[in-house]
């Protein structure tokens, strides 16, 4: 991770990457699953093959899927990348109002504000893509330490206030 220098006052980025620790347990229980579809084909045949064809591979790609290089923020000064299972998204600080937390369906999720003209902008990537307007809780900080950092940083580097 790095920081802001504020002797030299050089601006690094700041990356904040996925909890190993909640990946793992994604891949614990996938893995747990796949074992127990297994073993049920010997008591329900059909039940087990068909828990054993839907979870195996998934299993399988979700060691590619939540590599830890695959889910991360960085965030810069002209604003951050949000990196979730391999995509990338790029997000300026000005096309940002905030960051809050908030619930979905039960799930505890920092939400992302965005300013109506960008909105009315990307519509259609809301409407299809929800990685777009919540950040879920896959990441090493806590979540309200989380949305702190990225309001701060928002209001430091947003050019709309300069």
Sequence with gaps: MTVIDPKLGQQSDLIIKASVVKIAWLLVLLGLLTLFSAFCIQLQPVWGWIGTILFAPLFVLSFYVYRPSATYLRL?????????????????????????????KGDRQIGILYTDAYLEQQTA?????????WLRDLYSLPLDSL???????????DQRQA
């Design 125 to 133: 990537h809301f409407i299809h893509d929800s990685d777009h307007a």
């Design 147 to 157: 949305c702190k950092i990225l309001n701060q940083w928002k209001s430091t580097y």
């Design 76 to 104: 810069s000064t002209e604003g951050m990348d949000i990196v979730n299972m391999g995509r990338r998204f790029k997000l300026h600080w000005s096309d940002v109002e905030g960051f809050h937390l908030g619930n979905v």
